[in-house]
């Protein structure tokens, strides 16, 4: 059973920092694309930042700069820096693989606030 187990998220202020983590279980790590997306209320989910192999990155315009991607293990992190108000959303883990075996699994998400 694949599971994907979302934490760090919280209330801060704004230009504070938190750190995310997704745990992934249940699925070959290695070979998946990881990645974080954040959706707003009223708005649609949109991709964050994602992790190919140890490095390759993809990064939203809006967080270049501010927001870094890593994984290690069965783990990926989001750290967030000087963190807007407009960074404000729940932040879901994503799982996904293109090639066969494909897949797209998704984290129960975790809120993140940033008060200004």
């Known amino acids: 059973q694949v599971q994907l187990v979302e934490s760090g998220g919280g209330l801060v202020q704004a230009g504070g920092s938190l750190r995310l983590s997704c745990a992934a279980s249940?699925?070959?790590?290695?070979?998946?694309?990881m990645g974080w997306y954040r959706q707003a209320p009223g708005k649609q989910r949109d991709l964050v930042a994602n992790?190919?192999?140890?490095?390759s990155t993809n990064y939203a315009d809006s967080v270049k700069g501010r927001f870094t991607i890593s994984r290690d293990k069965n783990t990926v992190y989001l750290q967030m820096n000087s963190l807007k108000p407009e960074d404000t959303a729940v932040y879901y883990c994503?799982?996904?693989?293109?090639?066969?075996?494909?897949?797209?699994?998704w984290g129960q998400g975790t809120q993140v606030t940033v008060s200004s």
């Open positions: 994503n799982a996904n693989r293109q090639l066969l075996p494909r897949y797209d699994y």
């Open positions: 992790i190919t192999g140890p490095e």
């Open positions: 249940g699925i070959s790590f290695s070979i998946s694309t």
